[in-house]
T-cell receptor
Framework: KAGVTQTPRYLIKTRGQQVTLSCSPI?????VSWYQQTPGQGLQFLFE???????NKGNFPGRFSGRQFSNSRSEMNVSTLELGDSALYLCASSLDRTVDEKLFFGSGTQLSVL | GQQLNQSPQSMFIQEGEDVSMNCTSSSIFNTWLWYKQDPGEGPVLLIALYKAGELTSNGRLTAQFGITRKDSFLNISASIPSDVGIYFC??????????FGKGTRLSVIA
């Protein structure tokens, strides 16, 4: 069974640009969560989607948005990039997080904002 | 918001030694999870705990869900070089998202 797939693995952008990251969950998993990981702050929750609906949202500005498609694939978008957005963005999937909390992570997208 | 205090922040140990790390919270959790992250990769689930007092093993790893439901520990016995990485605890309460500790960075000296 294929794991969680995130694309691209690396991205370099400049301030003010926008970026879209993609995540394909494990087959059969319907819940997708996104986390931002930085050395100083650890893993910070961004949002969670289930059945194309945002079920939870973390404490991030509106520049961070996401969506989920009918096949459970998810994308997150960051607009008007800032230097502080440089981080590893991790996607995690689970069957249904409210029933089984085990999250399975992808390898992440390393975003560098110059 | 909920916070997890994970300690120690880093450890340097000799190969073959046992390792112990823990997480504490000011809030009660229903679930505790332990993850390991290798450089350039996402965290990988090691152990999941669902009941207060539960003690679960996975090979050389043993984790316990504290009786108060506010803490958990992870032990690694007879460490080997491939144990190097960052270990994260994560807790969950109700339908809220998982909250992660800031990690324990483990270095093993051969």
């Amino acid at each position: 069974k294929a794991g969680v797939t995130q694309t691209p693995r690396y991205l370099i952008k400049t301030r003010g640009q926008q970026v879209t990251l993609s995540c394909s969950p494990i087959s059969g998993h319907r819940s997708v969560s996104w986390y931002q990981q930085t050395p100083g702050q650890g893993l910070q929750f961004l949002f969670e989607y289930f059945s194309e609906t945002q079920r939870n949202k973390g404490n991030f500005p509106g520049r961070f948005s996401g969506r989920q498609f009918s096949n459970s694939r998810s994308e997150m978008n960051v607009s008007t990039l800032e230097l502080g957005d440089s981080a590893l963005y991790l996607c995690a999937s689970s069957l249904d997080r409210t029933v089984d909390e085990k999250l399975f992570f992808g390898s992440g997208t390393q975003l560098s904002v110059l | 918001g909920q916070q997890l205090n994970q300690s120690p922040q880093s450890m340097f140990i000799q190969e073959g030694e046992d390792v112990s790390m823990n997480c504490t919270s000011s809030s009660i959790f229903n679930t505790w999870l332990w993850y390991k992250q290798d450089p350039g990769e996402g965290p990988v689930l090691l152990i999941a705990l669902y009941k207060a007092g539960e003690l679960t093993s996975n090979g050389r790893l043993t984790a316990q869900f504290g009786i108060t439901r506010k803490d958990s520990f992870l032990n690694i016995s007879a460490s080997i070089p491939s144990d190097v990485g960052i270990y994260f605890c994560a807790g969950q309460q109700g339908n809220t998202p998982l909250v992660f500790g800031k990690g324990t960075r483990l270095s093993v000296i051969a």
